[in-house]
């Protein structure tokens, strides 16, 4: 199981990755080996010194009872001090931002991959926009 967020690629340079885990309760590991995770419109914030993904969509797990987690609450990343603090010190420069590029399974274990992302301009997209067609039309 593999969730990549694609929408990322096309909005943002990614400049480099990080992996790190992520904290979830017991309906949400279910939800995401089943697959049922979004990641558009996710970002990462850091504060007190500790990573936390906002907005990112796991569904309700469907044989789970009033138990079940909240689908979009905030999630706590697992980050050693060192890969937090290259994090916010890179979240701080001018146009650039902290988005999850994927989230998959490894050993059993959820993962997230943060990229440290620069914001493309319009042109930056539309030049994106021209070389994928130009590749679909070769293939032809």
């Known amino acids: ?12 340079f990614i400049e480099s990755e990080v992996e790190s885990g992520i904290v979830l309760t017991g309906t949400e590991i279910k939800s995401v080996r089943k697959g049922s995770v979004d990641l558009k419109d996710t970002y990462i914030r850091i504060k007190d010194k500790e990573a936390y993904i906002i907005n990112m969509y796991i569904a309700k797990y469907e044989e789970g009872n009033i138990f079940n987690h909240d689908e979009r609450r905030e999630r706590k990343l697992l980050l050693h001090k060192k890969e937090i603090i290259k994090l916010q010190e890179a979240s701080q420069k001018e146009g650039y931002t902290l988005i999850p590029i994927r989230c998959y399974l490894k050993k059993n274990l959820a993962k997230i991959s943060v990229g440290i992302c620069r914001g493309k301009k319009n042109y930056d997209k539309r030049d994106a926009i021209k070389e994928r067609d130009l590749k679909r039309l070769e293939g032809k």
């Open 1 to 12: 199981m593999e969730v990549i967020n694609r929408k990322a690629k096309f909005d943002y």
